[in-house]
């Protein structure tokens, strides 16, 4: 048996530089759907479960986090061990287990030694976590308490402030905007049998995602899935269906706060993960913001004008469309210059598309990191659980970098001319005299 110190080691170390990502991928007749990536290296196995229909998208909307506290709860103890006791069973096994949710999903993570002694404690161990969870009055109560405290401190955050009011314009009612309507009020109107009725309705066989990267063949992975998810609904009860975003008339929103910068932040939903557009929108995107120093962005409002240390711009793709969005902070005094010259730099890229130059540049910057976003076992399990979560083919992590490559100037150009329109662009303006 290893010690605690060599898994933690382990678990980092990172893939063969050449190897070839060969997905396993199947579905067990409830409906679960396993990925597996075979890695013998190293005695490690990573496992992620995830569940589509699970996240905040879906919580109730007079009762904020009822999908965060479901999902961090099932690590705080079982039927069978309080808190403490399963941190203890945690340590005695040398295994990592943890969880928590997203906008659409929530999941569960666990590493553990391949060896079937310390594997087979540690998946039971799993399954206790998502079919018995203990869902502790005390824990909760503690919880509750700090998630109303750091909410309380991150409305004091122009950052948090300008975010939060940027996704209510963007999308509203919409389940996408549900987090950003988060209060002090509807956390305190959340009750264990609230967190109980979503584990109850909204975890199930059929919208589970198991990804599994490590020491394991195809044979003991089916075994594995089998005993971590055994008394689990075979069926969830709730869909997890998001519906389209409605296209909203542009809004700007100013809220005063104290101090000497102006937070500005202005976009609109775009990107979808399966959008026809994908690879046009990401490669135009680091050319405008998304390159660090090298985008348009900072170039004009940093390098040219000295209106921010920063500017980005960034895309969010979701099952719907998530936003593109451009943010930057800047001295009151430079809010409406520092604003007009980020539409402008907007504009004129719409207009222009990217130079032949950025676009090679940008190419080379996304293909040539993009290994490095998978190049451990507990990066690839991320991906794998994305993979899988959207629908993506087998060969992602091989198409995306040819595909990239494959991107013209023209069709970057093409597309956002036809998606990104002006009278689209929320703004909101955190810091405005008025």
Do not use: C
Request: glycine share 8%; aromatic share 8%.
């Amino acid at each position: 048996m290893f010690p605690h110190k060599t898994l933690a080691a382990l678990l980092f170390l990172p893939l063969a530089a050449q190897a070839a990502v060969g997905i396993q991928r199947w579905h067990t007749p409830e409906g679960t759907q396993i990925l597996l990536v075979e890695r013998h290296e190293n005695p490690i196995v990573d496992i992620q479960i995830s569940f589509k229909g699970a996240g905040s998208a879906f919580n109730p909307q007079d009762k904020g986090e009822v999908s965060e506290f479901t999902a961090g709860l099932l690590t705080d103890g079982t039927r069978q061990l309080d808190e403490e006791a399963f941190k203890e069973r945690t340590n005695d096994l040398a295994v990592s287990l943890s969880s928590g949710s997203s906008s659409e999903g929530a999941s569960i993570t666990l590493r553990s030694l391949s060896k079937p002694k310390n594997l087979n404690a540690a998946v039971t161990l799993l399954n206790h976590s998502l079919t018995q969870p203990r869902f502790d009055a005390a824990v909760f109560d503690r919880q509750q308490k700090q998630s109303i405290t750091a909410l309380k401190q991150n409305e004091t955050d122009p950052g948090f402030i300008a975010d939060r009011a940027f996704t209510r314009l963007s999308y509203g009612n919409h389940p996408y905007g549900r987090s950003a309507q988060t209060s002090v009020e509807s956390i305190r109107r959340v009750t264990l049998d609230d967190i109980r009725a979503f584990h109850r309705t909204r975890y199930g066989k059929n919208n589970a995602i198991v990804a599994v990267v490590g020491d394991l063949n195809r044979h003991q992975t089916e075994a594995l899935v089998k005993k971590a998810l055994d008394g689990l609904p075979e069926r969830s009860k709730e869909s997890g269906s998001i519906p389209a975003v409605p296209v909203r008339g542009a809004m700007r929103q100013n809220i005063p706060f104290a101090g000497e910068q102006a937070q500005i932040i202005m976009g609109m939903p775009l990107i979808k993960r399966h959008d026809p557009d994908y690879y046009a929108l990401v490669v135009g995107n680091y050319v405008l913001g998304a390159g660090g120093f090298d985008s348009r962005l900072m170039k004009v409002l940093r390098d040219q004008y000295g209106y921010t240390y920063g500017a980005y711009s960034s895309l969010s793709p979701s099952t719907e469309a998530g936003p593109l969005s451009i943010a930057f902070s800047t001295q009151k005094a430079n809010t409406a210059q520092a604003l007009a010259a980020a539409r402008k730099v907007l504009a004129d890229f719409i207009a222009e598309g990217p130079t032949e130059a950025e676009l090679a540049q940008a190419k080379a910057n996304l293909t040539g990191s993009f290994p490095l976003r998978f190049d451990t076992n507990a990066k690839l399990l991320g991906y794998l659980s994305l993979i899988g979560f959207h629908n993506l083919p087998d060969d992602y992590l091989e198409a995306y970098p040819k595909a990239v490559s494959a991107v013209t100037a023209e069709q970057i150009k093409s597309a956002w001319q036809r998606r990104v329109k002006a009278e689209q662009m929320n703004i909101v303006v955190v810091g405005a005299d008025k």
